[in-house]
């Protein structure tokens, strides 16, 4: 894509997102009119992750389920843990790297020392590694947590005692 682009007058920019899951797809209708059409509540969340890819500004996000069939494929960190309006449970989700730009071991590594004491409620610990991953690596997703920790620790009626990141929009 970036080599398409430098060809290109409008650049072109896609996020992927996916969900792994059995899904009913077929044909309804009769002989008069007949609509194809997907049902089941994964295709809902699936199509919730592609809003939230544009949140952390990230290119590809998976869900827990289709990281269980790619984690040992791909170079890929956690996100969060998120609740999208529609499902009652929380998800975690994924980051999927398609460049080498976050590709430096220590970045993963303090990335998710980081998503280990926010999830504890370490907030200042976990905001010293977020801060420090955003300096170093201009990690938007760090920025984002930043942002959140300082929000909790103004109004700590804010998080859920699972900390999940709760989504009300789309």
């Not at 500004?57 to 956690?78: D, G, L, M, P």
């Amino acid at each position: 894509l970036k080599k398409i682009n430098t060809f290109l007058e409008k650049k072109i920019n896609i996020r992927i997102w996916v969900n792994t899951w059995e899904v009913i797809v077929g044909s309804i209708g009769d002989e008069n009119f007949s609509d194809y059409t997907i049902l089941w509540d994964h295709v809902n969340l699936a199509s919730r992750l592609e809003w939230i890819n544009k949140y952390y500004t990230t290119r590809i996000i998976i869900s827990e389920n289709t990281f269980a069939y790619v984690k040992n494929n791909f170079q890929i960190r956690k996100l969060d843990n998120i609740k999208v309006k529609g499902k009652e449970n929380g998800v975690k989700i994924y980051e999927v790297f398609h460049s080498e730009k976050h590709l430096n071991p220590d970045f993963f590594v303090q990335h998710q020392k980081a998503l280990h004491l926010y999830y504890q409620k370490k907030f200042e610990k976990a905001l010293k590694i977020f801060e420090k991953n955003y300096s170093l690596y201009h990690d938007e997703v760090a920025k984002i947590f930043i942002e959140r920790i300082h929000q909790y620790q103004k109004n700590a009626s804010l998080y859920n005692p699972e900390m999940i990141f709760e989504f009300h929009l789309k």
